[in-house]
């Protein structure tokens, strides 16, 4: 948690126009590293689409997609309070 300076909800235009480095993409989600012009090389661990989140380290970008990405967002910020 030390780490991380940004987290928030994003839309899948975010990952649009992403090009895989390194891992797999399709039937089961998206987990791997990939590259685009807007957020750079970023790791991605999704199986939806419509609820992602990322999350900014000091040097890596990382999305999740979740069921409640809300409430990981509270979580993560109360703790990044602490």
Do not use: H, W
């Amino acid at each position: 948690m030390s780490e991380v300076r940004e987290v928030r909800q994003i839309s899948k235009s975010y990952i649009d126009g992403s090009i895989r480095t390194f891992g797999s993409g399709g039937l089961f989600g998206y987990l791997g590293r990939f590259k685009n012009d807007r957020l750079g090389n970023y790791t991605i661990y999704a199986t939806q689409f419509n609820n992602l989140i990322l999350v900014r380290t000091r040097d890596k970008n990382y999305v999740f997609s979740c069921t409640q990405p809300k409430k990981v967002i509270e979580y993560t910020k109360a703790q990044l309070k602490e």
